[in-house]
């Protein structure tokens, strides 16, 4: 069983930056890809990024391209979300997982999700 609690997210303007965490329990987390996603009001869950084990490769979605970076520090058993040039689309839950893929269905364990509001 792995536990996944994000945390960073609340209310900025456009074009500034948040820094959502994702803190996983279990001493395996070095072994797992990790992955963002998010969910606005009426919309599917939509993959964002995503990072291997070790962080040597990551998948972004185009549409945060240039401006999202993932990466995770294995001995905090933490993975970070950087969320620069923020748009107003870019409202909504963002969820950390474990798995790999850019559907939802590839992922295992899920956090509760933390709330991205920005304002135009």
């Known amino acids: 069983q792995v536990q996944l609690v994000e945390s960073g997210g609340g209310l900025v303007q456009a074009g500034g930056s948040l820094r959502l965490s994702c803190a996983a329990s279990?001493?395996?987390?070095?072994?797992?890809?990790m992955g963002w996603f998010r969910q606005a009001p009426g919309k599917d869950r939509e993959f964002v990024t995503a990072i291997n084990w070790s962080g040597s490769n990551t998948e972004y979605a185009d549409s945060v391209k240039g401006r999202f970076t993932i990466s995770r520090d294995n001995a905090k058993n933490t993975v970070y979300l950087q969320m620069n040039s923020l748009k107003p689309e870019d409202t909504a839950v963002y969820y950390c997982?474990?798995?790999?893929?850019?559907?939802?269905?590839?992922?295992?364990?899920w956090g509760q999700g933390t709330q991205v509001t920005v304002s135009s």
């Open positions: 279990g001493r395996t987390f070095s072994s797992y890809a």
């Open positions: 997982a474990v798995g790999w893929g850019r559907q939802p269905r590839t992922y295992s364990y």
